[in-house]
């Protein structure tokens, strides 16, 4: 197993060397760049077009005469097109953008094997801090999402697996499709409506994950109002969530339920309840326990943007969508650096999980 843990580390190294030149490569040839962002708002957007067609050319071919009764346009065009070049040299070494490429890369890979990821082109803060606080707020929705999802999920899906074709069956499916028919952020915008002031109850708070004064609370205070600003956007989450790993875990047992092994368990003498913990539930939870990684790292990072975004939560998700927005380099690659990084660590977590479930799989008997 030693051997097996060093191996998919050191997989890790070109893994995520890969995920971010690739990405670098893409964000290199995206227009809008960091220096176009501030250059546009000393300008004004989308007057910086215009002020190019009608400044350039254009101004130097009309007469005399109409260019002195157009001065004060032509001037505003000016401004628009015709910053100081040494202004957006300025810029570009601000910026690091005075250097090619390949360069930048390579200085950026230094830096994070330091973990040095730099400070916010626009933020005026460094990375890191800027991580350190969207983080309790990521990690709240993303723990407690997955966690109620597999605690709903798996014993549901067992349930109908065993249960299979009875009434029970019958009426948990068609909430399940109900429950993966509605996005999440649509029941966020429901539960709202409903349960946060929109039209009718007053129940919960709508906002953050604290209320004001917070911290002058004690702690038993403390606790009961952090949960309460996480109960809506918890389950609106949780629905748009449990209903694809409930039909895994059904499938999955369903499997293992009609194997031949099971037959001979159950032609021993063996409890029903014996054969399904015993036997059956250590093979098919194989399956389940492999999607943990991505499920968790999705939830955490990417699921959890529309309801932060609706529940004016202030956490990674919204972090990195802005940062996308503005062309926030240093945000937008310090977060790819750590989010692969973190998915790598976890599926590597998920792979030995299974060997605590059914020690018969031994990974060093294979290849990475």
Known sequence: MTAYIVRRLLLIIPTLFGIILINFLVIQAAPGGPVEQLISRYTGTGVEATARVSGGDQAETISNKRLASQETLISKYRGAQGLDPDFIRELEVMYGFDKPAHERFIKMLVNYVQFDFGESFFRDERVVDLVMDKMPVSISLGLWTTLLVYMISVP????????????????????????????????????????????????????????????????????????????????????????????????????????????????????????????????????????????????????????????????????????????????????????????????????????IIDPRIDFDTREV
């Not at 909430?175 to 029941?187: E, M, R």
């Not at 919960?204 to 004001?212: D, E, K, V």
């Not at 945000?331 to 299974?354: E, N």
């Open 156 to 355: 549901l899906g067992i349930l109908k697996a065993v249960r299979d074709g009875s009434r029970f069956d019958f009426w948990s499916s068609g909430v399940v499709v109900v429950g993966n028919a509605i996005p999440s952020f649509l029941f966020a915008i429901l539960l709202i409506v409903l349960f946060a002031g929109g039209r009718y109850l007053d129940w919960f708070p709508l906002r953050g994950l604290t209320s004001t004064g917070w911290n002058d609370f004690s702690l038993a205070e403390q606790v009961v109002d952090y949960f309460w600003h996480l109960v809506l956007p918890i389950v609106s989450m949780v629905i748009g969530g449990f209903a694809g790993l409930t039909l895994l875990t059904k499938n999955s047992f369903l499997e293992e339920i009609n194997k031949q092994y099971v037959v001979t368990a159950r032609a021993k003498g063996l409890t029903e309840r014996r054969v399904l913990i015993g036997h059956v539930f250590r093979n098919a939870m194989l399956i389940v326990i492999a999607g943990f990684p991505s499920a968790f790292i999705g939830i955490l990072f990417t699921g959890a943007l529309l309801t932060e975004i609706i529940f004016s939560l202030d956490g990674l998700g919204l972090l990195g969508f802005e940062a996308v927005v503005n062309r926030d380099y240093p945000v937008m690659f310090a977060s790819l650096y750590f989010f692969t990084l973190l998915g790598l660590v976890m599926q590597l977590i998920g792979d030995l999980t299974y060997t």
